[in-house]
């Protein structure tokens, strides 16, 4: 489990991937089909990255789309157990 704040995997395309590219946000949109207010979304980790564009952008040869669900998964992971959860104890098994 890390113990820092990883970064949302949207950001990571924002900051890393795009200029690396040297394409635009409304490029990449077009270029995979998908809807640039969502993408701009995304990129500022205000909504996930889905299945759907994660699969789009191995297709880009950006990454592989397991990849980034996995980095997403880690993202939200750590985002809930930051937040404050009810008490559970664990389910008695009985042998």
């Known amino acids: 489990m890390p113990l820092?704040?990883?970064?949302?995997?949207?950001?990571?395309?924002?900051?890393d991937v795009?200029?690396?590219?040297?394409?635009?946000?409304?490029?990449?949109?077009?270029h995979l089909g998908f809807a640039r207010p969502h993408l701009s979304r995304v990129l500022h980790g205000h909504a996930p990255i889905s299945p759907d564009l994660a699969v789009r952008l191995e297709r880009?040869?950006?990454?592989?789309?397991?990849?980034w669900l996995g980095v997403q998964t880690d993202y939200d992971l750590w985002q809930a157990e930051q937040r404050e959860q009810?008490?559970?104890?664990?389910?008695a098994t009985h042998a």
């Open 4 to 15: 820092h704040n990883p970064p949302h995997p949207g950001e990571t395309l924002l900051l």
């Open 18 to 30: 795009l200029p690396g590219l040297g394409i635009s946000v409304a490029e990449l949109a077009r």
């Open 60 to 67: 880009a040869g950006i990454g592989k789309a397991r990849m």
């Open 86 to 91: 009810p008490n559970i104890k664990p389910i």
